[in-house]
Each structure stands twice: as C-alpha cells, then as structure tokens.
C-alpha cells in the first residue's frame, strides 16, 4: 500500500518505528521500494554522494529536479520527499513556492523537506496551504554548516536545546507533518518526539524518535573510507564492487570474457557467402 502523511500520522499514534532512507536515481529507488521502504528521500546530500562537492551547498533545483524525476519515476509505493536545496527557499516565500512546485510537478515528489525552524515557519505555512506537505528539518542543518562553524551535535546547552523545541513547535504549528532531527541528543529527541503530535525522524538522535533515516551510500558501504558516527553500515558494497571489477579486468586480459554463452552467432552460410565474396 503506498505510504502517505496520513498512514505516517497513524504510524506514530500506534508506535509503529518509520524507517526511511536516500536515494538519487530509479535503480536505488526500485531497490528501496521493493524493500518496503515507507519513504525515500532525495536528499541534497546527493551534492556530496554523487556530484562529489564537499557540502550540500552547490547543489541545485536543476539537480534536484532531475534527481528527483529518476527516483519518482522507480517507486510506486514509497512516498518521496525531495530536498529544497540551499537558498531556494530563503529568499522569499513565492520563490520557496515556485520551487516547492517544481519538485513535486516536474520532479514527480510527493512532498518537500526544508532546513530550518522557527526563521522558515512562515514560508512552510505557505507552502503547506498551496497543497505542498512540508518534512522540516532541524539540529544540524547541513546546508548552514559555514553558519554553525562545522558538523557538529546541536542542542547540548540549555538555550539551543530550548531554541530547538521551539523550532519543532514552530514547524508543527505552521503545518508540517513530519520533522527530521539531525545529530541531536537522545534525551532532547526524546522530549521533542513526545512534545509533537507530527512524527521524528532522527539520524544520529537516539532510538526514541519515530523514524529514522539513513544516506544510502553511508549504509551500503559505498564510501569505504568515512562512516559518521551515526551511520549503522549494513554491506560492504565499495568492497564488493572494487573485487568484481577486478576479476572483470583479470577475465578480459585473460580472454575468459565474454564465452560463447555471451555472445552472438550468425548462420554459417551467410558467413561463408560474405567471406567468398
Ligand atoms: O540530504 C540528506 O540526505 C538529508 C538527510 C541526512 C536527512 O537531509
């Protein structure tokens, strides 16, 4: 059954966990659907993953149009939330609105996320009213690292932890139906998942959110050589990969590839006629 804000809404008033993971193109988004994945994202972290930027901040609405479009068009269940990237939301609320549109129109999303509490509250208003759900997303928001002097745990002192409940507040009063929390403590994720009615989704919150999320490459072992601490690797996938093309290299120079079962053959006559001729 596809998953929808509503179905999420009830997940979370039963207790049932929402896994949720990234992906950036049709084949990952197949494989993530036919898993059962409840919700995929399109995540801006496709800057780093895929285009090979060192942060989420040249990325796009042109890459994140055409990213979006792959993923949409290979899963039929999953809902997908795609990424309004860095400065196409902030500079005013019908620009945020043209973009919102764009994902969902051309993109095929089902619903957009958005870095930021209670500074966006209003344009998520805007958005959500238009007809577009709002994921927001808060703690360590990737697209303001010069901003917050680096990657690091948000909300460990009295006044950022208060300012991020606020944000969460803010989000859920404005209309989003779901928030991601990104590198806070447990113990906050913890409270902010029992304040809102919405659900968490957490990456490097604790166990106690509702949902959680992970970046597809992190997970599988794309990148062999940095796993952040809140990333769980479940294959070893760059390994894999790097020994399969190995062997394919080693079978080409030796001649084992492709055997007569790989190839081609045309009828023996024809062959003659041509080489008589
Ligand atoms: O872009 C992304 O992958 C994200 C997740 C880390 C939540 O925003």
Redesign the pocket.
């Known amino acids: 059954m596809a998953t929808t804000i509503r179905k999420l809404a009830q997940m979370k008033r039963d207790g049932e966990k929402i896994p949720m993971v990234?992906a950036y193109d049709y084949t990952a988004a197949r494989i993530a659907d036919a898993a059962g994945i409840p919700i995929i994202?399109v995540?801006?972290?496709?800057g780093m993953v895929v285009l090979g930027y060192d942060s989420?901040i040249p990325v796009t609405m042109d890459d994140m149009v055409r990213h979006t479009r792959m993923v949409s068009r290979g899963a039929s269940e999953a809902l997908i939330v795609a990424?309004l990237p860095f400065m196409a939301y902030q500079v005013d609320a019908n620009e945020a609105m043209r973009n919102a549109g764009r994902l969902m129109q051309e993109g095929g999303a089902h619903t957009v996320?958005m870095e930021g509490g209670v500074a966006i509250a209003d344009t998520v208003r805007r958005i959500v009213d238009a007809g577009a759900p709002v994921m927001g997303?808060i703690g360590l928001t990737?697209q303001s690292v010069n901003a917050l002097g680096g990657y690091r745990v948000q909300g460990r002192t009295r006044a950022t932890a208060r300012r991020l409940l606020d944000d969460a507040v803010a989000l859920q009063d404005a209309g989003a139906y779901s928030v991601?929390l990104?590198c806070v403590p447990s113990q906050l994720a913890k409270v902010i998942t029992e304040r809102l009615t919405i659900p968490t989704i957490g990456?490097g919150a604790g166990p106690d959110c509702d949902g959680q999320?992970q970046?597809f490459h992190d997970m599988l072992g794309l990148f062999s050589d940095f796993l952040p601490k809140h990333a769980r690797r479940y294959a070893t996938l760059s390994d894999d990969i790097t020994a399969a093309f190995r062997q394919y290299a080693e079978d080409v120079r030796a001649g084992d590839f492709p055997a007569e079962s790989e190839s081609f053959t045309m009828n023996e006559a024809v062959l003659s006629d041509l080489l008589d001729g």
């Open positions: 990234t994202l995540g801006d972290s496709l989420t990424d996320k997303h990737p991601v990104e990456i999320v970046v």
